[in-house]
């Protein structure tokens, strides 16, 4: 199976601000998709990327708030731009299918102050 | 929302024991799957259990699915304290393109 590498791990960051997370991972994929985990929560899928093209957002997610690019087959950003504490989550990137299961990155735990 | 419901929410055992976690979801579903997440980490995937299916087995997990109830179960014998995570079950839809998560089991094994 492939292995995502997830990067940062962990940030704490001023309200207002963006961060942007990085996965990169070991082989080329179709799609990626992202993930955000509230605390003490289930996953909700935030968007799927497809290299090429615009990445499909799930309700309540939008791309101003959650731009996304894939510039190649083993590489996507998910920026979460002028955050706020209620965007303090997990955000999690993964790929594979949905028929045969996925592999996640480790995660990045955002915390917003 | 095809979002499943996890019971127990939280389960407390000691080092041996068997624990027993229920996930029951909405609509048809083309696999369920099981995820494992270490405080708060990435997840892993544990099993996944076709529509045909009615039983899994892996190492120490058995799934089983029973579609007439929605409703899927993961059993973990001999639990060791390894075994502390939340457990997820997630659903593809009927086209597989994608997973829905339910609410997870918090496990704590003691020893």
């Known amino acids: 199976s492939a292995v995502i590498s997830q990067k940062p791990s962990r940030d704490i960051c001023q309200r207002g601000t963006s961060l942007t997370i990085q996965c990169q991972v070991d082989?080329?994929?179709?799609?990626m998709f992202w993930y955000r985990q509230q605390p003490g929560q289930s996953l909700t899928l935030i968007a799927t990327?497809?290299?090429?093209?615009?990445?499909?957002?799930e309700s309540g997610f939008v791309i101003d708030k959650f731009p996304i690019s894939r510039p190649n087959l083993t590489f996507s950003t998910l920026t979460v731009s002028n955050m706020s504490p209620e965007d303090s989550s997990i955000y999690l990137c993964?790929?594979?299918?949905?028929?045969?299961?996925?592999?996640f990155g480790s995660g990045t735990r955002l915390t917003v102050v | 929302s095809q979002q499943g419901e996890e019971d127990p929410q939280a389960l407390s055992i000691q080092e041996g024991e068997n624990a027993t976690m229920n996930c029951s979801y909405k609509?048809?579903?083309?696999?369920l799957q099981w995820y494992r997440q270490n405080s708060g980490r990435g997840l892993v995937h544990l099993i996944l259990?076709?529509?045909?299916?009615r039983e899994k087995h892996s190492g120490r997990l058995r799934v089983t699915l029973d579609t007439s109830k929605k409703s899927s179960s993961l059993l973990i014998t001999a639990s060791r304290a390894a075994d502390t995570a939340s457990y997820f079950c997630?659903?593809?839809?009927?086209?597989?393109?994608?997973?829905?998560f339910g609410t997870g089991t918090r496990l704590q094994v003691t020893l």
């Open positions: 993964s790929v594979g299918g949905a028929n045969y299961g996925y592999t």
């Open positions: 082989s080329q994929v179709t799609m």
């Open positions: 990327a497809n290299q090429g093209s615009e990445a499909t957002y």
């Open positions: 609509t048809s579903i083309n696999n």
């Open positions: 259990i076709r529509s045909n299916e």
């Open positions: 997630a659903t593809a839809d009927g086209t597989a393109s994608k997973l829905t």
